[in-house]
């Protein structure tokens, strides 16, 4: 999970960095806003 994180925010800042914003559009970027027992839970699984 962390591998894709950083994965993540380097392909984002890349992008912002030289205005192609197509990977933005495929992809959208939000909090998460679960309550934490709803995450714990589903990590149990």
Not at 4 to 32: G, P, V
């Amino acid at each position: 999970m962390e591998y894709l994180t950083d994965r993540l925010i380097f392909e984002t800042r890349k992008n912002i960095i030289s205005s192609e914003l197509e990977f933005l559009n495929c992809y959208a970027l939000m909090e998460a806003t679960a309550k934490d027992y709803v995450r714990e839970a589903q990590i149990l699984r």
